[in-house]
């Protein structure tokens, strides 16, 4: 399976910016699909996830980000709104097997895309 994130860039802080991410390959085990960041000196947390059928979940990014997509096309957008200095990460996507009751294994990861917001 191949991801590839694009969308990245820097921005000032209370702008916006949408990252997308394609997989594909041998996607038909991908049920789910997520967005992870990982902020320097920092470990890399999940920020959102979608499934097939479209359910969604977050962590706390008080709804400002927001996940998007077309799992039957395996892509899948991240909406970031009123960004922060401390959004300050890189992006990455991840094509996952959701097997239920929140045991969810990353197939594969995507190179990442920088994201910089600027105070």
């Known amino acids: 399976v191949q991801v590839v994130e694009t969308g990245g860039g820097l921005v000032q802080a209370g702008g916006s910016l949408t990252l997308s991410c394609a997989a594909s390959g041998n996607i038909l085990s991908i049920n789910a699909m997520g967005w992870y960041r990982q902020a320097p000196g920092k470990e890399r947390e999940l920020v959102a996830g979608i499934r097939t059928g479209g359910s969604t979940n977050y962590e706390d990014s008080e709804g400002r980000l927001t996940i998007s997509g077309d799992m039957a096309k395996h892509t899948v957008y991240l909406h970031m709104n009123s960004l922060k200095p401390e959004d300050t990460a890189v992006y990455y996507c991840?094509?996952?097997?959701?097997?239920?009751?929140?045991?969810?294994?990353?197939?594969?990861w995507g190179r990442g895309t920088q994201v910089t917001v600027s105070s």
């Open positions: 991840a094509a996952e097997r959701d097997y239920g009751s929140g045991w969810v294994v990353v197939d594969s």
